[in-house]
């Protein structure tokens, strides 16, 4: 059992939520010799098939990859799972198609990651330690954060188990329990917001050949300005296909008939990709889901609990960072232990009156990015503002980093990205002013 030299008295730390993020922060606990008990609403992840309507890959970045570097992970997970996408495949209404670069300078990608497979990863990586506890299967009913106090019902047999704890962390999702008791609190602040926009998941199979049916190197999209398709490539060869657009337009697809038109008019070069025959089962057997954000604060009560990953700030997925978010609190978290010497009173209370900044930088952004994809990147405007970015980034790369860039190739504070960008944003609008001044005067010149 990795101890790294620990010698104070191990704090017994329950977490609540064993997907990614808990996962990964009952790691980083237990490296620093801490007691960690798990606590997961659902059955063990390893044990369970893909369920659809819940994204089964994500976009892990340099955030995401440094958090798993911090537990020994991030080798495994980029050569045996990770599948590079090094820009925008974007596909026009008329078959046509063309490429956006992430990062035209230094061909930096993101990764394409199973979802199931990634939180699998983790759990027998937590196996190693005999201070981890994994309990499945155990939904939070009730919950005194002040005393330290969770009650937990077990779903297969509904008995009642309580527990105790020095310190309890929420990463229970979105829906977080945890945080649930935690908005009983005094001056908690809280605010969630649905967008009109659902989606809906859909499936591109293998080729006859058994291979990919697209470039796979891309995160490929289909921008339709109010809605647009999305697909990420998958290691057996397949694409999770993802439709987002407003409820409004998915109650009205209520028949084989409609859906093939709307599909034959919006997305006609996917129906040979997907086949009409799996394009209606799929999108038939299931439903368009929400989309939430969620903001709150402060993520902590006194020295006993405290909300890491989308338990304190879920955000829409049009930035993918979503799970890169979350996974950088739990290398927050473990700076601050080691800033602070453990002592907890100061590591949440420091983690509760910074992180916030961040965080809702990092959601404003992904509502702002779905713009940008469904829409924006078919404009002339967006291609001639990236060309000017990435050939500044090139000229100046130390000065002038794009935002995307900022956001997905770097760990500068997201709420820095925010700013950064609204300083380009003035030295633009500058630069187009005088050049327009320039032909304006110009061409009064010749007039002359």
């Known amino acids: 059992m990795a101890q790294n030299g620990y010698k104070k008295k191990p704090l017994d730390v329950v977490v609540v939520g064993g997907g990614l993020v808990g996962s990964l922060e009952a790691l980083y606990l237990a490296k620093r010799g801490h007691r960690v008990r798990l606590y997961e609403y659902r059955e063990d992840i390893r044990k369970m098939p893909s369920m659809r309507g819940r994204s089964i890959n994500l976009a892990l970045s340099v955030r995401g990859r440094k958090a798993l570097k911090g537990v020994g992970l991030e080798e495994q997970m980029i050569r045996d799972h990770g599948i590079p996408m090094v820009g925008r ?133 289909w921008p339709r300005g109010n809605f647009m398709m999305i697909a990420l490539p998958n290691q057996d060869k397949t694409w999770t296909v993802t439709l987002f657009m407003p409820f409004v337009k998915f109650n009205e697809i209520d028949s084989e008939e409609k859906l093939l038109s709307f599909f034959g008019k919006n997305f006609a070069d996917a129906i040979p990709l997907i086949g009409k025959k799996k394009l209606i089962e799929d999108y038939f057997s299931g439903s368009a889901l929400p989309l939430v954000s969620v903001k709150c604060r402060p993520y902590n009560i006194k020295d006993k609990a405290l909300l890491i990953g989308d338990a304190g700030h879920a955000v829409v997925p049009f930035y993918g960072q979503g799970m890169n978010a979350g996974f950088e609190d739990c290398t927050i978290l473990d700076e601050l232990f080691q800033k602070h010497n453990d002592n907890i009173k100061n590591i949440l209370t420091e983690f509760s009156n910074e992180r916030w900044k961040d965080v809702f930088a990092v959601s404003d952004l992904a509502m702002y990015n779905y713009v940008e994809m469904r829409d924006l990147v078919t404009r002339p405007s967006y291609l001639f503002r990236k060309t000017i970015d990435d050939f500044l980034f090139w000229l100046i790369p130390n000065l002038w980093v794009p935002l995307y860039n900022s956001v997905s190739f770097t760990n500068m504070p997201y709420s820095q990205c925010v700013k950064n960008r609204q300083f380009q944003d003035k030295i633009f609008k500058t630069f187009i002013a005088f050049v327009g001044l320039l032909t304006f005067s110009g061409v009064l010149f010749l007039s002359i």
């Open 89 to 221: 495949y974007i596909h026009r209404v008329d078959g046509s198609t063309y490429v956006i670069p992430y990062d035209a300078r230094t061909n930096q990608c993101i990764y394409s990651v199973g979802r199931n497979y990634l939180n699998s990863l983790l759990l027998k990586e937590s196996e190693k330690y005999e201070n981890v506890e994994k309990y499945f299967n155990h939904k939070l009913i009730s919950a005194n954060l002040q005393k330290g106090s969770l009650t937990f019902q077990k779903t297969k047999d509904n008995d009642i188990v309580e527990v105790n704890a020095d310190l309890i962390i929420g990463a229970d999702g979105a829906y977080s329990a945890v945080r649930k008791a935690m908005m009983k609190e005094p001056l908690f602040d809280y605010s969630q917001k649905y967008i009109e926009h659902g989606y809906m998941e859909l499936c591109i199979p293998p080729g006859e050949d058994g291979e990919s049916q697209m470039p796979s190197q891309y995160l490929h999209i």
